[in-house]
């Protein structure tokens, strides 16, 4: 039987950005998350190891999951198609972002939401590594979510 999509194609997913920050580095990435739990709000990540997010999310013990918003759909592809080693994001794209906090990773404007995620674990499989990770504040910033499914985006809407 030939199949159409891979599975990771079939389940339709958030698209978030993680934003990181650890002393004068800082990196944002394109990336996806799943909730685990609700009641204590804790999500998954996967990185791909040897990124510089993935150290800096290490070195920092946490970073920012920022709901990507249909404001952003070019922003998505822009920190998607570029690695934090090969120079600074933020710069490049010419980010703009809600006014920084200190010591916090940026967050970019017009996103949907945003949450401060401590880093509670983390595994190596393969070239990834899969983060656990307990949302510890959020903020809705009331801007319709978008969702990826069979390599495009979606926005969302009730029905």
């Known amino acids: 039987m030939v199949q159409a999509h891979p599975l990771s194609h079939w389940l339709p997913c958030p698209v978030v950005f993680i934003s990181t920050a650890c002393g004068d580095q800082r990196d944002i990435m394109t990336a996806t998350a799943m909730f685990i739990a609700e009641e204590e709000p804790l999500l998954a990540v996967s990185l791909a190891r040897g990124h510089l997010t993935a150290d800096l999310v290490n070195r920092a013990g946490g970073f920012a999951l920022v709901i990507a918003s249909v404001l952003q759909e070019k922003l ?11 120079g600074d994001k933020f710069d490049r794209f010419a980010i703009k972002t809600l006014p920084p906090r200190p010591g916090k990773p940026l967050i970019p404007e017009d996103a ?10 983390q595994q190596a499989i393969g070239g990834y590594v899969l983060l656990v990770a307990r ?25």
């Open 112 to 121: 949907a939401s945003y949450a401060a995620c401590s880093l509670l674990s």
């Open 135 to 159: 949302a510890v504040e959020w903020t809705d910033l009331n801007n319709p979510p978008l969702v990826w499914h069979r390599k495009a985006l979606f926005s969302l809407t009730a029905i």
């Open 76 to 86: 998505v592809w822009q920190v998607g198609s570029m690695k934090g080693s090969e």
